[in-house]
């Protein structure tokens, strides 16, 4: 019975047309098999040789695509794994995977905590007075560095990045500018920064910060300095002239082709004594930095990172290049304010002096028509110019007149046709919104403490932030500052917000009610909490928090929100609270967050880089992008917070844009 059917099978096989296949199966058989006979004996063994082969390479291929289904599922197996084996850096908080926000692979990411994530309807704020938090001692696992950005670590897996990054670019013709590295004495003074692996196996053992001198803060400033160096030498190496260093595949992403991240940095080096560096920054933007490019920028963020970069550097260094510059680029930005109601457009091209608002609306974002002004102001008061500082005030003014404001709280959109706010109903201190509550206040300050509108919507807006977002949690009262959407209250809160507690401090500090520092030092603890209760000690883009005391826990990270991006609103606001209060704790906070940055993104070869997940410190998962505000900004108020020197930009003579940039306050009060 087998051999019939094998004949049968042979037969069947052979495609010689005149084997027909007909209808009566046995007529078939025997027109095939005869077939099968009349061929010579060296053909049916070619024939049945091939039919072997065929079996065979079937076999295979059907092994191989088993293979390939165990080894997905195993990966399922490992994620899987991952999430539960995961080690929690907060008892109790558990691990998910799912898509990241960028669709790519999922990664062991936090699980939310469903109970609390619920959205609670809003009632009366649960805090009259700020309830100290149960501050645990630190829960702080002091693991070694990541593998892929360690010094000596996967230093091949970058090598292989980077080379395919190079064929690829090789292929496409489109090789980056390999710039010559600046050597010698700055590559020693990194080597400084980061602690040979052993050192960084024995973390558990060692003092919290070894040989640094609390009282002078001297070593802190240079570890500071280093992580500067170190980032710096990145972005020549494999940046240069080019908005941002991508440091894992050591090459660069452009933005607005502005080299935001040479202006972004020009008044850091000035401050932290990098002279040599300074002095080759600026010979780029006398050389190399030309604004006639078509080219479309968004006004906002060349506003604060460029124009305020280009004013500070001139009011550090006193070049009037910088100065020149800043005018030039000023005059440019102009055309976005050329709309029906003055509210200007986002987007502007600065070669042709055309400006749009983003393609798919007609809106900009309240953050970004409102926190313009300082720089623009200024520019007027130096270039005794005064179209810059009208077109930014009359934002103000409509602003302030504008019917849609919750008790000072801002929607986060307004239409540039209409003027009038758009997508109401939603209020947080969060993207889209953050910087026009600081802008309030410091350009309060900035004009001598005169303009009267300013503090009285900055004073309703603080009191509105308490009334509507401020609550705390559930089990250890920890105060955060959430959302507001369509009278609903959710317990979010961007890491942008950390913000707030350093412009409530300098608020305090500028004779507004006290009870606001009682404020900013709550939502300081919080701050911390979301970087020390992170495996990575580094905090999360957005926190929510648990209202219920139910199971203990009160930072919950969903799986979207677990990257960091070396931004600097905590350490901005340390910077402030340690100024105004001298508490040297605040110090202590910077400084873990600083080693943990060197742990966790520093790049060995040069550069920082972004990380997808601040949950895992074995892999944080390097996102390749080191934005322009790590050195711009974060390194900034780093070394601000470290320093000692007494009149290192007082707060009492400047005030920082919210890219860090300082401007002076004015002696005289605008006219
Ligand atoms: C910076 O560009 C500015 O601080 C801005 O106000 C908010 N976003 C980034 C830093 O996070």
Known sequence: MYQSATKDFIALTLTDQNCHIYNNGKHRKQSCWRKWKQLSRLQRSLILALLALLLILGLLSFSHVSMQRREFSNKEDWLGMSDDLLKPAFPGVKSVFGPNEEGKAPAPVVRPNLGSDSVPELKEPNVPAFQKPHTNKKIFPNKRGPPSLQKNGNVSDTFVVARQEEDKEEEDGEKPKKMVSWRGAMIEADQVTEPPPSANEKDDAAPPVPNVSVETGMNRLEAVRDAFRHAWKGYKDYAWGHD????????????????????????????????????????????????????????????????????????????????????DLGARLMPAFKTPSKIPFSDVNIGKGTAHPPRWTSDSSMAEVTSIQLEFRELSRLTQDPMFKEVVDEVMKKVHKLPGKHDGLIPMFINTNSGQF?????????????????????????????????????????????????????????????????????????????????????????????????????????????????????????????????????????PADTHNLLRPETVESLFYMYRFTKDPKYREWGWEILQNFNKYTKVSGGGYTSINNVRDPENPEPRDKMESFFLGETLKYFYLLFSDEKDLLSLDKYVFNTEAHPLPIWPSPPK
């Not at 780029?284 to 990172?305: A, P, Y």
């Not at 503090?455 to 705390?472: C, F, M, S, T």
């Open 422 to 558: 758009s997508h109401r109903g939603i209020y947080t201190l969060g993207a889209r919104a953050d910087s026009y509550y600081e802008y309030l206040l410091k350009q309060w300050i900035q004009g001598g403490k005169t303009e009267d509108e300013l503090l009285e919507d900055y004073i309703e807006a603080i009191n509105g932030v308490k009334k509507h977002l401020v609550r705390q949690t559930g089990a250890h009262k920890l105060t955060f500052v959430g959302e507001l959407s369509h009278n609903r209250f959710s317990p979010k809160m961007d890491h942008l917000v950390c913000f707030l507690p350093g412009t409530l401090a300098l608020g305090v500090h500028n004779d507004l009610p006290g009870d606001h520092m009682d404020l900013a030092a709550a939502l300081m603890e919080t701050c911390h909490q979301m970087y020390t209760q992170m495996g990575t000690g580094l905090s999360p883009e957005i926190a929510h928090f648990n209202l219920h005391a139910t199971d203990g826990h009160d930072i919950i990270v969903k």
């Open 244 to 327: 941002e260093l991508k440091p894992i595949s050591k090459s660069f992403g452009e933005w607005f082709g502005l080299g935001l991240t040479i202006i972004d940095s020009l008044d850091t080096m000035w401050i932290m004594g990098l002279k040599e560096e300074f002095a080759e920054a600026k010979q780029w933007v006398e050389k190399e930095l030309s604004f006639n490019q078509n080219v479309d920028v968004n006004l906002f963020e060349t506003t604060i990172r460029v124009l305020g970069g280009l004013l500070s550097t001139y009011h550090l260094s006193g070049d009037q290049l910088f100065l020149n510059k800043a005018k």
